[in-house]
T-cell receptor
């Protein structure tokens, strides 16, 4: 199993450009998450999904959109990138077997380092 | 709002020294607790977790953590650190079945050979 994979690994954008980050998991997990990691801030939840076709806002959703058209994929979109969105983005998934969207171990992808100029 | 506090931003130890990283949370009900580690250039990996039962939890690579409900704490310990333990350590908490996973800001551990 590859686990959780993310593409691309690195990206540089200019302010105002758009892009989509792809997350894929092969563990048949119901729940998927997008986080951003900034120095001194830990990880903050952007959006999450409790199943195919569903999405929900996390702690810092503004400026991002997500879609979960297939169970194994969770896409994060930036419609008009801003320098404040320079960060490392992590995708995670979990089975949620203990009850609740977050009540289980999350498995993380390798991250995407995004720089917005 | 729930919050997680990690007391130390950067800890520097020599090899074989003992480690204790503090983690306190602010949720008063049932919690699930995690410690994740991020080695340089790598993604987060689970070190250990506590859902219920024995409050002393043993994880991978010789790490353990103790859940002390009365102190709202879940401190991470290792009796003797190695250079390979150099990493950033994150405490994370889920408060209640509908709560989000809230991460602390992380503690960087540097182990001198």
């Amino acid at each position: 199993n590859a686990g959780v994979t993310q593409t691309p690994k690195f990206r540089v954008l200019k302010t105002g450009q758009s892009m989509t980050l792809l997350c894929a998991q092969d563990m048949n997990h119901e729940y998927m998450y997008w986080y951003r990691q900034d120095p001194g801030m830990g990880l903050r939840l952007i959006h999450y999904s409790v199943g195919e076709g569903t999405t929900a806002k996390g702690e810092v959703p503004d400026g991002y959109n997500v879609s979960r058209l297939k169970k194994q994929n969770f896409l994060l979109g930036l419609e008009s990138a801003a320098p404040s969105q320079t960060s490392v983005y992590f995708c995670a998934s979990s089975g949620g077997t203990s009850g609740g969207a977050f009540a289980d171990t999350q498995y993380f992808g390798p991250g995407t380092r995004l720089t917005v100029l | 709002a729930q919050s997680v506090s990690q007391h130390n931003h950067h800890v520097i130890l020599s090899e074989a020294a003992s480690l204790e990283l503090g983690c306190n949370y602010s949720y008063g009900g049932t919690v699930n607790l995690f410690w994740y580690v991020q080695y340089p250039g790598q993604h987060l990996q689970l070190l250990l977790k506590y859902f219920s039962g024995d409050p002393l939890v043993k994880g991978i690579k010789g790490f353990e953590a103790e859940f002390i409900k009365s102190k709202f704490s879940f401190n991470l310990r290792k009796p003797s650190v190695q250079w390979s333990d150099t990493a950033e350590y994150f405490c994370a908490v889920i408060g209640g079945s509908q709560g989000n996973l809230i991460f602390g800001k992380g503690t960087k551990l540097s182990v001198k050979p």
